[in-house]
Nanobody, 115 residues
Framework: QVQLVESGGGLVQAGGSLRLSCTASGSGFSINAMGWYRQAPGKQRELVARITSGGSTNYADSVKGRFTISRDNAKNTVYLQMNSLKPEDTAVYYC?????????WGKGTLVTVSS
């Protein structure tokens, strides 16, 4: 059974930084890609950043230049470094993993940016 566990959310002032982590556990899976999505109140879930097993990345336009995604393949862990945070970045951030064509989701971690 695959499980994704996120950590690192919290409350931060505008302009501050946070680092999210997500570790995948279980067996019998080969990761194709990992990433972060977010969902703000009243809005749809949206892709924030994604990284493939080969290291290719893509970002939402709204976070380019401020957020950086990275991964440690040996630890099945993906990170999201978030700098210059804005109040509009406030959301629940979900870790996602694609393995064998199947999407797996974490339970989410809340990020709140105060103005």
């Amino acid at each position: 059974q695959v499980q994704l566990v996120e950590s690192g959310g919290g409350l931060v002032q505008a302009g501050g930084s946070l680092r999210l982590s997500c570790t995948a556990s279980g067996s019998g899976f080969s990761i194709n890609a990992m990433g972060w999505y977010r969902q703000a109140p009243g809005k749809q879930r949206e892709l924030v950043a994604r990284i493939t097993s080969g290291g290719s990345t893509n970002y939402a336009d709204s976070v380019k230049g401020r957020f950086t995604i990275s991964r440690d393949n040996a630890k099945n862990t993906v990170y999201l470094q978030m700098n210059s945070l804005k109040p509009e970045d406030t959301a629940v951030y979900y870790c996602a993993m694609v393995a064998g064509g199947i999407y797996y989701w974490g339970k989410g971690t809340l990020v709140t940016v105060s103005s």
